[in-house]
């Protein structure tokens, strides 16, 4: 008796498939190595079971137009934490769901569990899900770092998302806080936690609970880091979220940034700054003070200099100090904390060669007050005199600041940005500027700021009358030997 094709089916052996937990990589057969990612022991079998087709479902909504469709759902919960709220571009919007990500120790756990009380008293409901902590431990955090009431704020401990969807729904909360997001499972699905397909179709599940339309709710995700500083998991998983907060710091160390590499709702790459304390994380509204050493008039220091940098769209006055000492030995010294080593070298290079000052038997030491980075050329000027002063042994005017980059003819050269950078020079009280010639449209809108325009590093270098020498025998030359 002859079969029918749908009766055959059921004695068909179910194929099987293996698939990378790393990058999710499928093959039909086990592999030691994944070609793709190039990682040992990843591929895990599975059973490709064949999918039932089904006829379209039928449509739930119609599609809007455009001018039609209201902005209601994108309302901000702004937070009493400025840098916070300036990363994520004014606010945590209530129909989005963004990840944030860093290393162990950086402050992740603290950081939120500090913005969900912030939340929780303006009256919205918060339910941290944690599968990486107990709630004792959840506990022990908030009575070290948050003060008031906290019954606002659910907190629940457990690795099932299947869990975690249940308590959203008895709940209702307005804010979702998931650490991390690859701990916890989907029974759905049989595979490890942290595997590509569980934290993929968890985070859709809370995907689709931001974003509906009748009960909209912020979502936050933690997400992991791998040791190439990237986030754990697929690279989809970036995609999927609207924005993406990566929190930078050392363990041992009070600085902490926070920026975003993603933002659908404001500007990508903003940073905040941030410190960490007993009491939790700080916000570091005003950051110029953070990055510079308050001096009184008459106290004046050698070998440091102020410049203003761009940290996202914000300007940034930071204080440059270095420290230039005789080397006993044939290769002096060149270190930087704050910068690369081969751009020290090109303008102690510079500075030799068109500044006449001889650095081959000194050790040149760079650092920023505070430990922030020197991304932008804006601060090479200032880098070169405060090795200067340094050297010299004489102190640049406390209200004085460098903002021009020096090329290779030691000629000043403008810089992006420059009004806002001296609008900033403005705002905290500084009376004189360094730029490159030319690098201003109008600088007769600056009125309680001395605009110095100069053509070269020696113009600088002169104007400072900086032409003594307490620690070295060089001399400048005169102006008409150059």
Known sequence: MKECPAEMGRYMKTKVIYRCSNCGTESPKW?????????WNTFEELENQPQKTSSP???KTSPKRLSEILASNSDRIVTSIGEFNRVLGGGIVKDSIFILTARPGAGKSTLLLQVADDVAHQGYKVLYASAEESESQIKSRSDRILKGSKGNIWIYSDTSMNNVMASI???DPDLIIIDSIQTFTLEEHNSRPGSPIQTMECANELLKIAKNNSRPRAVILVGQMTKDDEIA???ALEHLVDAVLILNGENGEELRGAWCSKNRFGSTGEIGFFSMTEQGMLSIDNPSEFFMTQRGEGQKVSGSALTVIKEGTRPIIVEIESLVSKSFTPYPSRIAECLRRDQLNTLISILEQRGKINLYDKNVVIKTTGGLQLKEQAASLAIIMCIVSSVKDKAIPNDTVFVADVGLTGELKKVPSIEARIREIDRMGF???????NALRDSSRFKNIKIMELNTLYDVILDLNMKGSAKTETEFPSPEDC
């Open 31 to 39: 592999l030691g190595k994944c070609h793709s990612c190039e990682e």
């Open 233 to 235: 998991g697929l690279r």
């Open 169 to 171: 729904e008895e709940l």
């Open 57 to 59: 479902s039928k449509r």
């Open 431 to 437: 009376k004189r500027v360094y730029i490159a010639k």
